[in-house]
């Protein structure tokens, strides 16, 4: 049976408590994972993937779990999240899409946006791993290379297949950290760093804590797409989100986000930007379909091969435009 | 006799109430039926309780009496017989369309044809079934094995040294611990608990540990090192059939060439030559179909415990444990009596769970050393490095049709890929041929197969056993042979199919066929001529066909004249309840239910007075184990037969005391008595304190075997069964022709089953194997990466259909009525499989006009075939592609009447007791009385290739270039 490396578990039950454990293992050089709902972390640590001595529990702290229209604590679970009446329609749909009801009871919306990467060369056991010579996303001390791209020792390519992240970019999300140094919030987009390993700019002892919407929320009109082989369980292949503010000649502003193609989710500015600008209906969006696809990199680490996630972005896109053009 | 009269009355009211309540049952309002049937119980307790005792039952001073006549069971009262459960034959009223049943005569209207719920049930829903995992003996240990992780490697040395000095560590096993080969069939055996020479795929086995705990034990795992020569592996079956350095194994001088074949199969029959040049429509189609794992609930699981007295009991959740058994006794080189094969509860096994196991021997020569228990519980990666799935395979089809929509040859080329061992290879590799030659009449037949080793994880039996994606490839040509020809391919199959009582071109003995009514019933059902070729694109509906054995003919291990096939033994005392041991393997499919079921239908006793002991070797009798879908067929009926010995003893003991004509008597519910005076009758425990009188409790053995049958060239008992099940299904799919997404609506399920001995199981086989087979049509798929490496080891990753991609699944059950079948049964585990791949395939066809021949249909396979299909119409977005149409020809007429005519024929030869043999040929003008190669010189038999055709081989042809060892002289 597969058995998780014992850990002790700290169960803090406020922020500041939460803060000061990390505090005290970081200065005892300590290495520990937060925990939220545990559904990313636990079957990795089964897999004995980057698990730790110490990890500490976020689930007491009430004061993440706040949840209004503009206000997601990190620890709203995904279920919550999903069936209430605050949240945004896009937000429903693309929370109420991931992996299986088992699994949104206990997931969270802080543990969706920090999920960790995925790869076919990684998500494994250890004893598998080993039959590879190991992968650098977790190389037990063996300074092994990457397998999806060999011969480059740097770059980690495991793929980001969380849904939330590609629709809250669209609605303009600010996500907020807070660690003992103080708390700092940014754009959603600008948490992700580009690499399978670190993800994101989250510092040793820092979370999040929660995610702020913008008023004119509610004025977003859109629409996430994904795709996966099954309807439950499984991770997106590909994501996409749309989400436009209407006028009375079309659409006046557009975001387009993506998510399961590459280490991080991506927001489409540029993309987006043009297709505003030229709007044209229907021609329009395939043009924009089309951008959106050339834009993005997966490579052959998931369950599709990147060919096909690739030609399936486009199809997601003109979907999820859809509601442009529709009156 | 007036004291009698007040009873009486009491058993009326008693027989009303029970009508009430199988009413209530069936609105399933359990408990209040239960606390009536209490109350009502309560009521009657007090009322007779003053009553006096029974005449004729001594009471000893001090002792409650024997239970009251009529009663035993936890009703007390016997119920009238139901007609409607009684054959036509018999006097009743169940219609009997395809004639009577030689156990016509034993059916008491008790419980067979009923729904009923499997008798071990209510301990898995409560929780309290035990599985292999579920074993916990004092003082055991935890075993875990050490894997390769290599694909292919010699091991040069082990050093156990360092994880021995780890403290916590008990025992350590390596290859040099078992040195004796075993595996499944007897001429293969290639397989050792631990590697001895070599390792043979990733995840093979190399040492064992047993340690206190499982954190010590996995530690301790990394502390062994072993040093390995790394050789050349081979991934692609395609290389297998090359000549080798290092073959994977050598077999000595039947070694064939230098390569790495197990086993090389070449079939010719019929109308070889002339099959080509008849045809004016002819399919052919290279087929690539995915392994699948079985991916049973349940991981393997094992506890190995050596008692005080010297003996091995094993517990394992086995399909096969005589096997094991026998295995067991050729690896640790203990006596079999010394050992007892323990099954547990089985959580699923579909064919994963059929071979002994390195883990079963790793774990008694652990606690062989240890002196301890010790338990092995697999995590799912480990069920992949075991796996014994269904073949990687890559199928050559060809088709051919005459002008009179005849199907006038099959040409099939299968090579399947073995993996690292033979398991059932040898039985695969005949399989993907033989069980394609049904249920159509076919003028000519050529089959050439090959397995070979790779380094990958072992293929083995999997429900459908070598039989499923022979039959897709076949049912998928079907339906384009039917598209060139321009007929309805339900229509085209009508019209072809063997009539019963027939022998099939290599000689299978065909009973009962129910295909036919398979086939109308699914096309009524379905809408079909509403829908077939009528539906908007992306909208399709399909139909496929299935043909299974019921049983095998041959016992893998003995001579059939040597050893019956099924054995059981059953057990009766004072008390009323029957004991039965079998060897029979509960897997979840329900064999325990299906023997109790046949026992209490001929003795006429309520389910709960049957309890089955079929667990332990020590006890029950041997069972060849539950794979061929042989349980039902061959355990019921020696079940039957030994019931029958009871039944027997019964009937006399109610002549002497009634004084009754023997062959007047009937059993009902806990009854015995006169079929033409209902009054003149004993009581079930009367009778049988009767018969007990002067030797105690009552026992009987029955057993049964399978006669004669088949043709005598090389490897015709391959596929030889005693009963065959036939089914049809129609499936009706959703495509999404942007991105190849398919949806299976609707299936439709039609499955001859001989004899539903219990419905609500068949249903539930039917609706299973539609979920297994979808996922192997759909999504499942062992993936091998770059560098032969399994991708996908875990359930997340290996797609099995989750609740929203089932189809409404609506199960259709036809009885044939098998004259050899116990009741008329036959199998419903695996046949039901076989038609779900290609009606999907063939209405994936109808939905986008494409054809696919690699499984399992992903989108991004479909999405290649659709994008193909544009470009060659030169249609830019795949909407604007158009779906399929179907104009009749003429031959759709001829096609339909002969299907009619036919319809009759099948009927007459099912009522004709005199009736004449039938084989294979006469659709093409033959005598149907005579083989009709022993009448026509151009109706070939042949089982060796000649020069010519090794001039130009098939992919799995080309095995035949090579010579075997012995025959070259140089072994």
Same mark, same amino acid.
């Given at each position: 049976m597969m058995r998780m490396p014992p850990f002790k578990l700290h169960t803090p039950k406020t922020l500041n408590d939460a803060l000061n454990i990390a505090r005290e293992l970081s200065n005892e050089e300590i290495e520990f994972d937060w925990i939220a709902g545990g559904t990313d972390l636990l079957p990795n640590y089964k897999w004995h993937?980057?698990?730790?001595?110490h990890v500490i529990s976020l689930?007491?702290?009430?004061?993440?779990s706040k949840l209004n229209s503009n206000h997601i604590g990190a620890m709203v679970s995904l279920h919550d999240l999903a069936k209430?009446?605050?949240?945004h329609p896009v937000l429903v749909k693309a929370a109420d899409s991931i992996a299986s009801t088992l699994i949104r009871r206990s997931g969270t919306v802080g543990g969706n946006i920090c999920l960790d990467t995925r790869c076919y060369w990684f998500n494994q056991t250890e004893q598998w791993r080993e039959s590879i010579?190991?992968?650098?996303?977790?190389?037990c001390g063996t300074e092994a290379d990457c397998?999806?791209?060999?011969? !480059?020792?740097?770059l980690c390519v495991a793929t980001?297949?969380?849904?939330?992240a590609p629709v809250l970019m669209c609605l303009g999300a600010t996500i907020h950290l807070a660690s003992v140094n103080g708390i700092r919030s940014m754009p959603l987009h600008n948490?992700?760093?580009?690499?399978?390993?670190?993800?994101?700019?989250? !510092?040793?002892g820092e979370l999040v804590t929660h995610i702020t919407l913008p008023e004119?929320?509610?004025e977003w009109k859109g629409d996430y797409q994904k795709l996966r !082989?099954?309807?439950? %369980?499984d991770f997106p292949e590909a994501g996409v989100a749309a989400l436009w503010r209407m006028g009375?000649?079309?659409?006046?502003q557009l975001r387009i986000a993506t998510t399961g193609l590459e280490s991080i989710p991506g927001l489409h500015l540029e993309e987006a930007n043009n297709a505003i600008s030229k709007w044209n209906g229907s021609n329009t969006i395939d043009t924009l379909a089309d951008a959106i696809r050339k834009s993005v990199k997966p490579v052959q680490?998931? %369950?599709?091969s990147p060919s096909y996630r690739k030609k399936m972005v486009k199809v997601l896109t003109k979907r999820a435009c859809a509601g442009l053009i529709e009156r | 006799m007036s004291d009698r009269d007040e009873p009486e009355g009491i058993i009326e009211r008693e027989i009303k109430m029970d009508v009430d309540v199988i009413e209530v049952d069936q609105e399933m309002d359990f408990e209040n039926v239960s606390s009536e049937i209490a109350d009502l119980e309560v009521d009657l307790m007090t009322e007779e309780s003053s009553e006096d005792e029974m005449v004729g039952y001594r009471q000893q001073p001090g002792k409650l009496p024997f239970a009251?006549?009529?009663?035993?069971?936890?009703?007390?009262f016997s119920k009238p017989?139901?007609?409607?459960? *009684?054959p036509e034959s018999q006097g009743?009223?169940?219609?009997?369309p395809w004639g009577s049943h030689r156990h016509d005569g034993l059916v008491?209207?008790?419980?067979?044809?009923k729904p009923t719920a499997l008798v071990d049930s209510h301990w898995k829903v409560t929780g309290q079934a035990q599985y292999g995992d579920d074993i916990r003996l004092p003082g055991e240990l935890i075993g875990r094995i050490v894997r390769s992780p290599y694909h292919y490697a010699r091991v040069l040395s082990i050093n156990c040294s360092k994880a021995l000095e780890l403290?916590?560590?008990?025992a350590i096993a390596t290859g040099a611990d078992a040195a004796n080969k075993f595996g499944v069939l007897p001429v293969t055996?290639?397989?050792?608990?631990?590697a001895v020479e070599k390792v043979?795929?990733?995840?093979? =086995?190399v040492a064992c540990v047993a340690a206190e705990n499982e954190l010590i034990a996995r530690e301790a795992e990394r502390l062994i090192e072993v040093e390995y020569e790394i050789l050349e592996p081979i991934?692609?079956?395609?290389?297998?059939?090359d000549d080798s350095?290092?073959?994977?194994h050598d077999r000595g001088k039947?070694? *064939?060439?230098?390569?790495?074949?197990q086993k090389r199969v070449f079939q010719e029959f019929g109308n070889i030559d002339e099959m080509a040049s008849n045809s004016i429509a002819s399919h052919k189609q290279n087929w690539l179909f995915a392994g699948v794992n079985h991916a049973a609930t349940e991981p393997h699981a094992v506890v190995a415990n050596w008692d005080p007295s010297g003996r091995l009991t094993l517990y394992t959740p086995q399909q096969v444990p005589h096997y094991v058994h026998r295995a067991l006794a050729d690896v640790?080189?203990?006596?079999?009596?010394q050992i007892n094969v323990h099954r547990t509860f089985?959580?699923?096994?579909?064919?994963?769970?059929?071979d002994p196991f390195p883990h079963e021997m790793c774990a008694a020569i652990l606690a062989r050393k240890s002196g301890r228990p010790v338990r092995i519980t697999f995590d799912r990666e480990e069920v992949y490095w075991i796996n014994r799935g269904r073949h990687p395979s890559r199928i050559e089809m060809n088709l051919h049709a005459d002008e009179k929509g005849r199907i006038c040859g099959i040409e099939t080329d299968a090579l399947i890929d073995g993996g690292g061992f033979a398991s059932f290879g040898h039985v695969t590799t005949y399989y993907n041929g033989v =069980?394609?030659?049904?249920?159509y009449e076919i003028g000519a037949f050529h089959y050439t197969g090959a397995r070979v080793w790779t380094n990958k994880p072992a293929s083995g039996a999997m429900r459908g056993h070598g039989a499923v994606n022979s039959r897709c490839a076949v049912e998928t040509g079907l339906d384009d042979l039917a598209e060139q020809l321009e007929v309805d391919p339900i229509t085209l199959r009508l019209a072809n199919l063997l009539p019963p009582h027939s022998a099939t071109i290599t000689g299978f003995r065909v009973t009962s066929i129910g295909m036919r009514e398979c086939l109308e019933r699914v096309k009524k059902e379905s809408d079909w001529d509403k829908k077939f070729r009528k539906m908007p694109l992306g909208k399709g509906i399909g139909i496929g066909c299935g043909f299974f054995i019921s049983?095998?003919?041959?016992?893998?291990?003995?001579?059939?004249?040597?050893?019956?096939h099924a054995t059981v033994h059953l057990k009766i005392d004072m008390d009323g309840g029957v004991t039965i041991h079998t060897g029979?393997?509960? *897997?979840?499919?329900?064999s325990d239910t299906v023997v109790a079921q046949a026992v209490a239908e001929v003795l006429g006793l309520?389910?709960?007075m049957i309890r089955v002991r079929s667990r332990e070797s020590d006890t029950s009798p041997v069972d060849l184990g539950?794979?061929?879908?042989r349980v039902t067929f061959m355990n019921a009926n020696a079940a039957i037969s030994a019931a029958m010995q009871i039944r027997d003893e019964l009937l006399d003991a109610t002549v002497e005391i009634t004084g009754a004509i023997r062959d007047k008597l009937v059993i009902g519910d806990r009854r015995i008595f006169?079929?033409?005076?209902?009054?003149?009758g004993i009581s079930y425990l009367e009778a049988l304190h009767k018969a007990q009188e002067d030797r105690g409790a009552l026992v009987a053995s029955g057993a049964y075997r399978t006669p004669p049958m088949g043709r005598t060239h090389?490897?015709?008992?391959?596929?030889?069964?005693?009963a065959y099940s036939f089914s049809a299904y129609v499936a009706e799919v959703t495509v999404d022709?942007?991105?190849?997404q398919t949806k299976v609506d609707k299936v439709w399920a039609a499955h001859d089953?001989?004899?539903?001995?219990n419905p609500l199981a068949v249903k539930g086989q039917i609706i299973g194997s539609c979920h297994m087979g979808l996922g192997q049509v759909i999504s499942e798929e062992m993936k091998y990466g770059r560098?032969?490496?399994?991708?996908?080891?875990?359930l997340l990753d290996y797609k099995i259909p989750s609740v929203h991609e089932m189809p409404e699944v609506f199960p259709i059950i036809v009885e044939s009525?098998?004259?050899?079948?116990?009741?008329g049964a036959k199998e419903a585990?695996?046949?039901? =499989?076989?038609p779900i791949l290609p009606a999907v395939c063939n209405a994936v066809y109808d939905a986008v006009g494409v054809r696919t021949?690699?499984?399992? *249909?992903?989108p991004d396979r479909l999405l290649k075939l659709i994008e193909r299909r544009c470009r060659k119409e030169g249609?830019?977005?795949?909407?604007?592609l158009e779906s399929p149409t179907l104009k009749y020809s003429p031959l759709q007429n001829v096609l339909a009447a002969r299907a009619s005519e036919h319809s009759q024929r099948d009927l007459d030869r099912r009522l004709d007791a005199n009736r004449k043999p039938y084989h294979n040929g006469a659709l093409f003008? =033959?005598?149907?009385?005579?083989?009709?190669d022993e009448v026509d010189e151009r109706w070939a038999v042949n089982v060796i290739p000649s020069k010519d055709y090794l001039t130009k081989p098939r992919l799995a042809g080309s095995a035949w270039r090579h010579m075997e060892r012995r025959h070259r002289g140089d072994s």
């Open positions: 993937l980057n698990a730790k001595p689930s007491g702290i009430s004061e993440l209430s009446k605050y949240t010579d190991w992968c650098h996303k977790c190389d397998r999806v791209i060999p011969n !480059q020792n740097t980001y297949q969380a849904d939330l948490f992700f760093e580009l690499d399978g390993m670190t993800r994101n700019v989250l !510092q040793h004119d929320v509610n !082989q099954r309807e439950s %369980w009375t000649k079309g659409p006046t680490n998931t %369950w599709y | 009251k006549p009529g009663s035993g069971g936890k009703n007390r017989t139901n007609q409607e459960m *009684i009743g009223k169940l219609t009997q008491s209207g008790q419980i067979i044809g403290p916590g560590v008990v055996k290639d397989e050792h608990a631990m043979r795929h990733v995840g093979d =086995l991934h692609d079956m395609r290389k297998g059939l350095e290092n073959p994977i039947y070694h *064939i060439g230098e390569a790495n074949v640790l080189e203990v006596p079999m009596h089985v959580g699923g096994g579909f064919g994963g769970k059929s =069980l394609h030659t049904a249920p049983g095998s003919g041959l016992p893998i291990h003995w001579d059939p004249n040597k050893f019956p029979a393997a509960d *897997i979840g499919q329900g309520p389910l709960d539950s794979y061929s879908s006169a079929k033409n005076d209902p009054a003149v090389k490897g015709a008992a391959a596929g030889l069964a005693p022709v942007e991105t190849g089953c001989g004899k539903a001995l560098g032969g490496h399994l991708m996908n080891p875990d009525n098998d004259p050899e079948g116990p009741f585990g695996e046949g039901p =499989l076989l021949a690699e499984l399992p *249909i992903t249609i830019k977005e795949p909407l604007e003008g =033959l005598d149907p009385t005579i083989p009709p």
